[in-house]
């Protein structure tokens, strides 16, 4: 039996910028990995199918680690061989961290080496890129520009600024399609002179290692429609620096919050805070 593991990710940055005629939202994010993952153990099998379990039960069909080795087979038109994987979930479902696409990535990388087939890494992504929007960042991970639908990803340097990053898990779920008919209804879906100044500045921090402009250009757009619909986030988001925090946020479009700090005490105090209250918190690293 073989293992991986499955980074989770966090926006560093998220803004709505459009609506495309077929439904989809062009965005302009700042992806990132983290040290928070799921584990993968994988084996072959002698039939032909693809069976993923978690905690011993296999769960349904229809699930993107499934989609991933179906679109993998159809791309390479390999004869499908058959895998056992064996999910142990350790990144909260509807937390915002990309869990799920970040397994859909893992078996792609998973197939393409036990396969022999050797995909360039632009292969790789057109696969991802068909079982969802954030499956193509995980093929390679680190930090990333994210544009598009998703499918523009530009690579940027590798940092962690010296901070310290807190994660909160709240007791809310968030569900994606959900978190963006609330950016509908609202009408955020498009650009603003002040954001694009924001990304390029995040950017920019990022490539030099700014610490400060990094902190002063986190953004989720988000937050505007989901702290309104969940107010246990944005409560979070208020204690996060009433404990301290240079910066919180929410990733993606939730639940998750996120709490800064420079100083490494602050945090694990803030941490202790909240755990006293009931909430799962913990440090996590860029990767």
Do not use: W
Not at 270 to 283: C, E, L, Q, V, W
Request: charged share 20%; hydrophobic share 40%.
């Amino acid at each position: 039996m073989k293992l991986v593991k499955s980074y989770a990710k966090i926006n560093l940055f998220l803004d709505v910028i459009s609506i495309y005629k077929n439904g989809f939202h062009g965005i302009k994010s700042i992806f990132s990995e983290i040290s928070l993952f799921d584990q993968i153990q994988y084996e072959k099998n002698d039939g032909n199918k693809i069976h993923v379990i978690v905690s011993q039960d296999t769960i349904p069909e229809d699930n993107l680690l499934t989609k991933a080795a179906d679109h993998f087979f159809k791309f390479t038109g390999k004869s499908k061989i058959g895998f056992n994987f064996y999910l142990e979930k350790n990144i909260p479902i509807g937390g915002g961290l990309g869990g799920g696409s970040s397994n859909a990535a893992a078996v792609i990388k998973i197939l393409n080496k036990e396969c022999d087939t050797n995909l360039r890494i632009d292969q790789l992504k057109r696969i991802a890129g068909k079982i969802g929007s954030d499956v193509p960042f995980f093929i390679q991970g680190g930090i990333q520009q994210v544009k598009g639908t998703g499918n523009r990803l530009t690579p940027l340097s590798q940092t962690n600024f010296g901070l310290n990053f807190m994660l909160i898990i709240p007791n809310a779920r968030v569900s994606t399609p959900l978190a963006y008919s609330y950016i509908d209804q609202m009408g955020l879906a498009k650009k603003t002179v002040k954001n694009q100044k924001a990304y390029k500045q995040m950017t920019e921090a990022i490539q030099n290692n700014d610490t400060d402009l990094f902190i002063a250009n986190i953004y989720n757009k988000f937050e505007i429609p989901i702290f309104s619909h969940y107010p246990e986030l944005a409560n979070i988001k208020k204690e996060l620096f009433a404990n301290d925090a240079d910066q919180a946020f929410m990733s993606g479009s939730g639940s998750t919050m996120i709490g800064i700090y420079k100083n490494e005490k602050k945090m694990h105090k803030s941490i202790a805070n909240f755990s006293k209250i009931g909430y799962k918190a913990f440090t996590v690293n860029i990767r």
